[in-house]
């Protein structure tokens, strides 16, 4: 069966940091670009960012670039986000997800940021 | 940047056909997906890779394309069906993935 769990959630004070992860099993996690896709109270799917298989190549949308970071480790089937200069906008629902090919996604979690 | 564009809404009456469209440019040469979404839930896959429906997702949900716009199909829609939908692609660069607005589907 295949899993997706995220967690690091929470509520953080603008200009703080957080960081996700993601932990996954009953897939092959390091045969895959990984993603991390978010979504606003009451918005839309937002897509944040992607890792190739190895780490090597990684990329942002343009309102994170700078102050968000994907990585992985294979070793242990795990996505991660840190983020930093959390800001108002960046709450939202976090999913980690595969969303290309025969896509697979978790559940979610949530990130606040407020004062 | 690359955009996916849905109506915002769409009605139907149950028993009826809803067809939900999303057009972008990248859409020849890229797969679509589809996502269901019901208040306070996570996303739910009903179609992958234009018209593949993954198991589970009742025969009714049916996918195609033609050109630059893909279209979900819903036949003999059910109350249950009530929810928002988004279609997804990556871009031409294969470097990002892209998610239309989302459309409501409304059943009267």
């Known amino acids: 069966e295949v899993q997706l769990v995220e967690s690091g959630g929470g509520l953080v004070q603008p200009g703080g940091s957080l960081r996700l992860s993601c932990a996954t099993s009953?897939?092959?996690?390091?045969?895959?670009?990984m993603s991390w896709v978010r979504q606003a109270p009451g918005k839309g799917l937002e897509w944040v960012a992607n890792i190739n298989q190895d780490g090597s190549e990684k990329n942002y949308v343009d309102s994170v670039k700078g102050r968000f970071t994907v990585s992985r480790d294979n070793a242990k089937n795990s996505l991660y986000l840190q983020m930093n200069r959390l800001r108002a906008d960046d709450t939202a629902v976090y999913y980690c997800?595969?969303?290309?090919?025969?896509?697979?996604w978790g559940q979610g979690t949530l990130v606040t940021v407020s004062a | 940047s690359y955009e996916l564009t849905q109506p915002p809404s769409v009605s139907v009456s149950p028993g009826q056909t809803a067809t939900i469209t999303c057009s972008g440019d990248?859409?020849?040469?890229?797969?679509a997906y589809w996502y269901q979404q019901k208040p306070g839930q996570a996303p739910v896959l009903v179609i992958y890779?234009?018209?593949e429906r993954p198991s589970g997702i009742p025969e009714r949900f049916s996918g195609s394309s033609s050109g630059t716009t893909v279209t979900l199909t819903i036949s003999g829609v059910r109350a249950e069906d009530e929810a928002d939908y988004y279609c997804?692609?990556?871009?031409?660069?294969?470097?990002?993935?892209?998610f239309g607005g989302g459309t409501k589907l409304t059943v009267l």
């Open positions: 997800a595969r969303p290309v090919g025969e896509p697979f």
């Open positions: 997804q692609s990556p871009d031409n660069t294969n470097t990002s993935v892209t």
């Open positions: 990248a859409l020849p040469n890229q797969y």
């Open positions: 890779k234009d018209t």
């Open positions: 009953g897939i092959t996690f390091r045969s895959y670009w």
